[in-house]
């Protein structure tokens, strides 16, 4: 079943603390902007939605946020977006993304069934998997 975090549906205070992320003014509106969002938003676009909404948080600032809340684990950076990185706040558990190449409609899909697979391609090639992200794209049922 895809899940999905609702706007202020969460504790973001807490969420940057358990993953050793200082909690500031920037990180909680670009948390808080992220949770209004159904898919995923670019950079560009959260700052102007920020903008909107009177911040005056810098593009600059909104960049370094979300590269520094993707490295942590905090939220999903998807690339289906061209060149350009799109973001996500999802849920904490282990999961996969189906994204539509014409509308951005994102669906979090749990269900992981290459585990496996990920273990016995890494072994054979001497590696040691750590982690792993699948992004499926394609076109949604609306799109079709």
């Known amino acids: 079943m895809p899940t ?5 549906g969460g504790d973001f205070p807490g969420l940057l603390a358990r993953s050793g992320v200082r909690s500031t003014r920037q990180r909680l509106e670009v948390l808080g902007e992220l949770a209004r969002e159904r898919d995923d938003v670019t950079a560009q676009g959260l700052w102007r939605r920020l903008r909107d ?16 809340l993707s490295e942590k684990g905090v939220i999903d950076s998807l690339s289906h977006h061209g060149t350009e990185l799109c973001y ?30 990920v273990e016995e391609v890494a072994s054979r090639h001497g590696f040691v998997a750590t982690e792993h992200r699948v992004e499926i794209a394609g076109v949604c049922s609306t799109c079709r």
């Open 88 to 117: 996500r706040l999802c849920t904490e558990s282990h999961h996969h993304h189906l994204l539509c190449t014409t509308c951005h409609r994102v669906v979090e899909v749990e269900q992981c069934g290459i585990d496996g697979w």
């Open 4 to 8: 999905t975090v609702q706007a202020g």
């Open 53 to 68: 909404r009177g911040s005056t948080t810098g593009l600059a600032t909104v960049y370094r946020t979300l590269a520094l």
